[in-house]
């Protein structure tokens, strides 16, 4: 079983995670002497952005990295964390964003009241291009009781859900995590590290988190979701 981080932001010069080279092959070896054996590479894609355009650039950006010292790295997979609009599903090239060679693709939710035009555009994305979107740091989104309605929608749908590491670290927001399991809302694990500091990598802190508060040996369930997915493979959310 492999285990991976399943969304970072570690590619130099993409968005507003790694700055530099350095920085990014710092945080990668920091990742390796925390057991991370695969990377998800996902940086912010935005509306405004030419796919294409986005695309050359990441590539460049990991031949930087590898550059850098690859060999002391994990395994890195690019992917995009890629912003919600109406209008994503009629995007030419819109699967490029895809994690590599699957049908997975990480979706970033307006950070706005939620409406069902959402769960339209989520429902296009896999009628008209085949793409199983996951839904990035779910536990970002607890929504007050003005919408409350939707974040249940979401979680009646069976969705494919990411929460970052972080919210293992915090009481108030790990009980929010208990609540989406409680739910068999929580799909994969990822640390969403964008520097060295205020968003580090913390991905040992998640682990021992959930194999010391959580039962059922949550960890290595999570790891087994993201090993499927890089492959490929159906995964269902339910993890008891």
């Known amino acids: 079983m492999r285990t991976v981080d399943f969304h970072t932001h570690i590619l130099p010069g993409i968005d507003d995670g790694a700055a530099d080279v350095e920085t990014a092959r710092k945080l990668l070896c920091s990742q390796k002497q925390q057991g991370v054996d695969v990377v998800v590479a996902t940086p912010h894609c935005y509306k405004h952005q030419s796919y294409r355009a986005f695309v050359e650039k990441r590539e460049k950006a990991l031949q930087q990295v590898m550059e850098s010292g690859g060999e002391d790295f994990p395994e890195i997979i690019l992917g995009a964390e890629v912003e919600l609009y109406c209008g994503l599903s009629e995007r030419q090239n819109v699967r490029k964003l895809c994690i590599e060679n699957t049908d997975y693709m990480l979706i970033e939710m307006p950070f706005t ?92 802190a998640a682990r021992r988190v959930l194999q010391s508060r959580f039962k059922g040996n949550l960890f290595e369930k999570l790891m087994e979701n993201a090993d499927r997915i890089l492959q490929n493979q159906p995964v269902g959310r339910k993890l008891d």
């Open 113 to 204: 009241y939620w409406n069902d035009w959402f769960y339209d555009e989520l429902d296009l994305l896999e009628s008209r291009h085949g793409i199983k979107p996951i839904i990035a740091h779910l536990d970002r989104y607890i929504p007050g009781s003005a919408q409350i309605r939707y974040f249940h929608k979401m979680l009646e749908r069976d969705a494919l859900i990411q929460i970052n590491a972080g919210a293992l670290l915090r009481f108030g927001d790990r009980q929010v995590v208990k609540k989406l399991l409680a739910q068999n809302a929580f799909t994969v694990l990822g640390t969403d590290c964008h520097d060295l500091k205020k968003r580090n990598c913390n991905f040992n």
